[in-house]
Nanobody, 119 residues
Framework: QVQLVESGGGLVQAGGSLRLSCAASGSIFSFRAMGWYRQAPGKQRELVARISIGGSGSTNYADSVRGRFTISRDVAKNTVYLQMNSLVPEDTAIYYC???????????WGQGTQVTVSS
């Protein structure tokens, strides 16, 4: 089983930046794609950004973060990143790394990292 470990969360003022990392204990090529989700108190978990692992690494973003957040991958390090710029208080949430497995296998999830944006 591949474990996903997030890091990089913390407290930042509005307008600031953070970079989240998701390190996989095995090859990320075991995933079709990897993504970042977030869950704010009292809200459902939502997709923030997703990147395919094979090919050119196509990406997609939630409308609320497009243009501010960038997802990337380093296949040599088996790590996926989320660069978050121009943070706003509404970005406050626990951010989870996700590994989308093929053949209808259950996804893998990290334990989550807290991001808090103060106004």
């Amino acid at each position: 089983q591949v474990q996903l470990v997030e890091s990089g969360g913390g407290l930042v003022q509005a307008g600031g930046s953070l970079r989240l990392s998701c390190a996989a204990s095995g090859s990320i090529f075991s995933f079709r794609a990897m993504g970042w989700y977030r869950q704010a108190p009292g809200k459902q978990r939502e997709l923030v950004a997703r990147i395919s692992i094979g090919g050119s690494g196509s990406t997609n973003y939630a409308d609320s973060v497009r243009g501010r957040f960038t997802i990337s991958r380093d296949v040599a390090k088996n790590t996926v990143y989320l660069q978050m710029n121009s943070l706003v208080p509404e970005d406050t949430a626990i951010y989870y790394c996700n590994g989308d497995r093929p053949n209808m296998l259950p996804d893998y999830w990290g334990q989550g990292t807290q991001v808090t944006v103060s106004s």
